[in-house]
């Protein structure tokens, strides 16, 4: 279908002058509204404006413009069908070929601070969506084009065709064009349905919608799910926070897995919550080996000794750039690994993982902002919550046993409470050194943790003699504890607030132990 006459009226004029520039060289009529219209004009482009061509004048301060028979009658006339194409003609309606359109910046106006309902009214566009969806509605006739990162193919697009784009050209931008209104729409629904107060000076704002409306982006299918009898696919916010795994760059190997996404996410928001060089290795969403050093090869050579066993085949993420010694250390021990995560690597570095065909090496820019809300489904529902950004600081602590922790064991305190927050409930986590000892994940009981953490610490060949433990939870009883006391620990980490926590500090003075309390608690489910 030749483009013989375009309607352009946008709010984001990127690109929009060098788009009307190429469809005039290709003799395409011009119309125009508003700042569109005068931007053209200005930069000697024949354009008719849009009051001009109705003969009907922009009015309620452009509330009303494009809303007219002449607009949509030559936008929505079928072109196959001669009834359509015979009533225009009566009424002296051209057809429109191309309509390019962008909506009033809603979101960009509601993202502001102190803005006001009035303001946020103001910039819901009516005209602007009605052209959108009339125009993908007849596709067949019509190109709707949404997005300036798509103006430069259609251009070249009908240079190569005589003026004229396919179907199979109209139809995606089509699609897109609904997907532009829908989350147009949405955002709309969002923030009206979040308001608690209507004041017009001062909106009050629930983090929680009435009606919440999401929207993802299919990056791709994936294999299959957990299970190979499982159907999947990775979507991804429009707008993802900055340092988000779905921001990832994969440099090299397999195609990801749904399992190994899921692992990844775990990995990097564990990695990137810690200052100082760190390594987290993964295994089916628990940590097997968290650990700081002076450098990452240091924190590596700590994390891996933590479970060598669990480590085979697990998710490494890095908070660093790797270098060619984190490599070679991880080719010395054979290390299996599923996927490898840093916000950087080195050439030479690149040049050795290069080996490892299948090895997925992904590059994530390192941001600790954090995303709205997490997501659940359940059967018939979705569970919502903001994240846990709470990350433990040494003003958060109460010491409530008679012995205080020394400075050494603070230090590993706070290191293993942030440690214990990214691992599956019940979760005891021991550690020192800066290092994880023992991991003791997803029991349903805090005792059965506790022993399982020593069992690991013990299988590794660790010393638990002197070491620091933190509980995600409160001990409901004494006896985790007395566990981890036996085990040779001397200092703990809980959020207290158990009805028996007189009982579970008198444990503590009774081994001699030190413990402090956060107040919060770190359930991951």
Known sequence: MKIRQALIS??????????????????VKLLSTGGTAKLLRNAGLAVTEIGDYTGFPEMLDGRVKTLHPKVHGGILARRDLPEHMATIAAHEIPTID?????????????????????DAIENIDIGGP?????????????????????????LGEMQANDGALSLATRFGLAKKAFVHTARYDSAIANWLTALESTAEEAPRLSPFPTALQTAFDRVETLRYGENPHQQAAFYRDPTPTAGAIANYAQLQGKELSYNNIADADAAWECVKTFATPACVIIKHANPCGVAIGGQLLEAYE???????????????????TVDVDVVNAMN?????????????????????????????????????AYHAFELKRVGGGLLVQTPDMFNVQPSDLKVVTKKAPTDRQ??????????????????????????TLGVGAGQMSRVDSTRIAVIKAQNAGLALAGACVASDAFFPFRDGVDVLAA??????????????????????????????????????H
């Open 98 to 118: 191309l309509v390019c359109v962008n909506l009033y910046p809603f979101r960009e106006t509601v993202a502001k601070p102190g803005v006001t309902l009035e």
């Open 332 to 368: 010395e021990r054979k290390h299996f690994v599923e996927v490898l995560i840093a916000p950087a690597f080195t050439l030479a570095a690149k040049a050795l993982l290069a080996a490892k065909a299948n090895l997925r090496v992904l590059e994530v820019p390192l941001d600790n």
């Open 487 to 524: 085990a040779g620990a001397q200092a703990v980490i809980q959020p207290g607030g158990s009805m028996r926590d007189e009982e579970v500090i008198a444990a503590a003075d009774e081994h001699g132990l030190a413990m402090v309390v956060t107040g919060a608690r770190h359930f991951r």
């Open 302 to 320: 700590k994390a891996f000794k933590t479970d060598s066993t669990s480590a085979f085949g697990g998710i490494i993420a890095f908070n660093g």
């Open 410 to 435: 603070l230090e590993d305190l706070l290191f293993a409470y942030r440690v214990a927050k990214f691992v599956k409930s019940n979760a005891i986590v021991f550690c020192g050194g800066g290092m």
């Open 130 to 154: 009605a052209m959108v969806r009339s125009s993908a509605k007849n596709y067949a006739g019509v190109a709707i084009v949404t997005d300036p990162e798509d103006y430069s193919a259609l």
């Open 10 to 27: 946008l709010s984001d004029k990127r690109g929009a002058l060098e788009f009307a520039q190429g469809l005039a060289a290709q003799g």
